[in-house]
């Protein structure tokens, strides 16, 4: 049975950080690449960023570019997201997922407000 457990997120001011972690179970974790997707109030869900089965390849979209890292753990099953400089604009709820299966898990919501 799939699992992704998301945590980290919370109320955060703008600049602030925040760091989301991924429990991965049920599949064969290290042979899959992983992502942090988004859904905003209102809004589609969006990719956020991705990174290789291996740790080695990231790809980010353009407006977490130099903001976010993601980083992975094969041996705890485990994807990261760290996300620094927070803007209002990053306010949502945060999933990660297997890249190209539809697993997703109940996410975890992240508020950057005063």
């Known amino acids: 049975q799939v699992q992704l457990v998301e945590s980290g997120g919370g109320l955060v001011q703008p600049g602030g950080s925040l760091r989301l972690s991924c429990a991965a179970s049920?599949?064969?974790?290290?042979?899959?690449?992983m992502s942090w997707y988004r859904q905003a109030p209102g809004k589609e869900r969006e990719l956020v960023a991705l990174?290789?089965?291996?740790?080695?390849?990231?790809k980010y979209t353009d407006s977490m570019k130099g903001r976010f890292t993601i980083s992975r753990d094969n041996t705890k099953k485990m994807v990261y997201l760290q996300m620094n400089s927070l803007k209002a604009e990053d306010t949502a709820v945060y999933y990660c997922?297997?890249?190209?299966?539809?697993?997703w898990g109940k996410g975890t919501l992240v508020t950057v407000s005063s």
């Open positions: 997922n297997a890249e190209g299966m539809d697993w």
């Open positions: 049920g599949f064969s974790f290290s042979t899959y690449a």
């Open positions: 990174i290789s089965s291996g740790g080695g390849s990231t």
